[in-house]
């Protein structure tokens, strides 16, 4: 459904994205993840159409989005990192207007549809400006598959937001996911990649250092984590097994935890950096 | 051709922003201000070639008044979208092509220039300065709309911040509002300041609409000026739009 080869796009001397290759299946979640600056809103942005790349070739659903730009347009959704519905204007608006720019027919339907969805009805003819950030970035998410796009990208859809709410969106993700959108996402946040994505890239300096899902990516580094504390700096060992990991715990005396590895164990041992660093 | 979504975006704004009372009172105030110190304060008693300075200064101020509008909304609107809410880019990732990006603005600030300048209009046959005598006046004050509506297209897409889009104002907008024959007729001026102007839209802008104003014959070469610089123009808006956010 979205197929990257050697995609690299440069800003003056900065190589934000190198040579990035791989491919997402239709139907798939596919987490992208990575501390910030490490190119994920950049990838997203020249496969959106919203930047040119300087290098390589992407496909959307089968389009080139540089010559085909228009036809990818007309196939994607979009709901970026920064919530930009037209403030002055309602929900209803909002979504009425995206509806327009497609070409859409029974845009009415849709936006009452949309806005039940959401639970946004009741709030449906306010302005925007006066929402909280929750119902903003539900409506962004409504906004973004007004016109039912078969991909859908969700750059940091649950940034800043508080748990349940959190919640919600990852249930609206799902929801569409099951009536077959193939969904991009990028997040620094590690519990989501894990909850809902079935495969994750991770992107450091731009480049793709691993490819998998959450499950293989984990077992790949090792299940068992032993945290142990040694003059105060934290220090992670990584065992395949629980018995391994207890026996090396023992040797350690105090100040030592035994957990199961994250996809963010899979970060600081690629990369020796923290994601969100 | 789906211009609409845009052009609609654009006037719920527009039209919200009519129901703030202090939004409409201070679109009246400067142009009215500038009609009644110059037109009957400073203007009182003066003729220009046989014209009471009032009829002489009200189409002036009407073409002054539209380009300030057409050009300020528009370039505002889109610059802040831009850099600051980032809503352009809901058209970038939208089947609208640039062209109908740039017709739906365009047309927005065409109505929010004429909005504002009627004001003038009004004022003009209150204050007995009398009505447009040359329904050509209509061509010519939405032909300036159009003209400043596409370079504020242009400057909004090209800004780098907000802070540009205010200079460029106060570089080319203002200048123009006090030296293209808004306040007082050109042909007396040096060559040397004369033949610079005439490279200018508002110049022809205010030229024509003040011949349709009092009735005289309508200077088709500046109308065919006015006319040229729109298509430059909105060919220009195009290509700068289609480059916004390489």
Not at chain 1, 243 to 258: L, M, W
Not at chain 2, 93 to 104: A, K, N, Y
Request: with cysteine; aromatic share 10%.
């Amino acid at each position: 459904m979205i197929k990257l080869v050697e995609l690299t796009k440069d800003f003056g001397h900065l190589r934000a994205v190198d040579k990035l290759s791989f491919h997402i299946q239709k139907g798939e979640i596919f987490g992208l993840l990575g501390p910030n600056g490490a190119g994920k809103t950049t990838t997203v942005r020249m496969l959106n159409t919203l930047t040119r790349p300087t290098g390589g070739e992407a496909q959307v659903a089968g389009f080139d989005v540089v010559k085909s730009a228009f036809k990818v347009k007309q196939l994607i959704g979009v709901s970026p990192q920064e919530v930009n519905l037209e403030r002055d204007l309602t929900a209803r608006q909002n979504l009425h207007i995206h509806g327009l720019s497609h070409r859409m027919e029974g845009i009415k339907k849709r936006v009452d549809e949309l806005l039940n969805w959401t639970n946004l009805s009741e709030r449906a003819d306010d302005i925007i400006r006066n929402y909280s950030g929750g119902m903003q970035r539900r409506l962004l998410i409504a906004r973004s598959i007004m016109h039912r796009p078969q991909v859908l990208f969700l750059d940091e859809p649950t940034v800043g937001l508080d748990p349940q709410v959190r919640r919600l969106i990852w249930d609206l993700i799902r929801d569409l996911n099951h009536k077959g959108v193939t969904i991009l996402l990028t997040t620094h946040y590690i519990e989501e990649a894990e909850l809902l994505c079935h495969r994750a890239g991770i992107l450091s300096h731009g480049k793709l250092i691993a490819l998998g899902s959450p499950q293989e990516l984990m077992t790949s580094i090792g299940r068992f984590v032993v945290e142990s504390l040694d003059n105060g700096v934290t220090n992670y060992r990584l065992f395949e097994t629980r018995e391994e990991a207890c026996n090396f715990a023992q040797t350690r005396g105090e100040n030592v935890r035994i957990r199961e590895s994250n996809l963010e164990d899979v970060f600081i041992k690629l990369t020796g950096e923290r994601i969100g660093q | 051709m789906n211009f609409y979504p845009v052009f609609l975006k654009e006037m719920i704004i527009f039209k919200r922003r009519l129901f703030r009372i202090g939004y409409l009172f201070s679109n009246m105030i400067t142009p009215l201000l500038y009609l009644i110190a110059f037109g009957l304060g400073l203007g009182r008693g003066i003729s220009i070639d046989g014209v009471a300075y009032l009829a002489f200064v009200v189409p002036g101020i009407c073409a002054m008044s539209s380009m300030t509008n057409s050009y300020s909304w528009i370039a505002t609107s889109i610059s802040v979208g831009r850099l600051h809410f980032k809503t352009f880019d809901e058209y970038i990732v939208s089947p609208v092509t640039p062209s109908d990006i740039m017709l739906g603005e365009v047309l927005a600030g065409v109505v929010r220039g004429m909005f504002a300048s009627s004001f003038i209009l009004i004022a003009g046959v209150l204050f007995g300065a009398g009505f447009p005598e040359n329904p050509i006046f209509l061509v010519a004050w939405v032909l300036n709309c159009l003209v400043f509506a596409c370079l504020g297209v242009i400057s909004g897409c090209l800004a780098k911040s907000h802070e540009d889009t205010a200079t460029f104002s106060n570089f080319f907008i203002m200048p123009m509002a006090f030296f293209c024959g808004t306040f007082f007729p050109l042909d007396k001026m040096p060559v040397f300041i004369r033949v610079p102007l005439s490279f200018l839209p508002l110049t022809h802008a205010s030229k024509t609409l003040r011949a349709a104003f009092l009735g005289e014959g309508v200077p088709a070469v500046s109308l065919g000026i006015i006319f040229a610089f729109f298509i430059i123009l909105f060919a220009l808006g195009v290509v700068v739009i289609r480059r916004v956010n390489r």
